[in-house]
């Protein structure tokens, strides 16, 4: 197994006793096979253990580890080092306040997460003997891209609209909406249009496509915002234009 020197560039701030952020050099000696995380790993456990940030599953499962490398949103557990060379730089993600080192506050993403009530709102709500609700592999295949979601935040990190307009929903939150809108068994689209559809929600996005490119699952959250903006169209020209729908 070969081995490299690899230049670490790690952001270091403690808001308790650092009045701003600083970045500490780490030279390790790692094989080619590791990735980011495995240096980060290694530099917590033999050199610097004061280094924090979070991570968990180690097979981009759990979205826990996703930080900036080299500038761009990745999950550490993903960015091989054998495709990096000279230093590579590491940042907690963009757009979020540092708790500590590569640890960010996540509570306005969780916020956001809720307010679109991500989760089953059944169209006909039924008793459990009645049996589960049953779905065609048609009916499954128009919403099934975007459970994938991990919720890592790579997304948020890497949308220059939540960056500039902090209280746009985001491209997460609004795609896990989509995804029970789309649901043939779910009943609840009218609840989560009131945050998805409103001024803070899907017309901040200007459509740059950075959050697909990011996405570590390839769930492809802009084709979900694009698919809202339609869906949301249709619904006012319904009601301004052809109101007798609605009854």
Request: net charge negative.
């Amino acid at each position: 197994m070969s081995e490299r020197v690899v230049e670490l560039e790690v952001l270091r701030y403690n808001p308790e006793t650092d009045s701003e952020p600083r970045f500490q050099r780490y030279s390790i000696s790692c094989p080619e096979e590791w990735v980011v995380l495995d240096a980060l790993n290694h530099v917590k456990e033999t050199v610097d253990p004061t280094l924090s940030y979070r991570w968990s599953c180690h097979m981009a499962v759990c979205g826990s580890c996703g930080m900036m490398i080299n500038g761009e949103p990745k999950l550490a557990c993903k960015a091989f080092l054998r495709n990096y060379e000279g230093v590579i730089r590491v940042e907690p993600l963009a757009h979020f306040p540092i708790e500590r080192d590569l640890v960010t506050v996540p509570d306005d993403f969780i916020a956001k997460l809720t307010r679109v009530k991500p989760w089953l709102m059944p169209k006909e709500p039924k008793a459990i003997e009645a049996g589960e609700y049953r779905q065609t592999p048609a009916q499954l295949k128009r919403y099934k891209q975007f459970t994938l979601c991990i919720n890592c935040m790579l997304c948020y990190a890497a949308c220059p609209e939540y960056g500039l307009i902090p209280k746009f929903i985001g491209p997460a939150a609004i795609s896990l909406a989509h995804r029970y809108n789309q649901d043939s068994r779910d009943g609840g689209r009218e609840v989560r249009q009131e945050e998805i559809a409103a001024t803070e929600g899907v017309w901040e996005c200007s459509f740059t496509g950075a959050c697909s490119e990011v996405c570590p699952e390839h769930v492809d959250p802009a084709a979900a915002l694009q698919q809202v903006k339609i869906r949301s169209t249709i619904d006012w020209y319904a009601e301004h234009l052809m109101p007798w729908l609605k009854k």
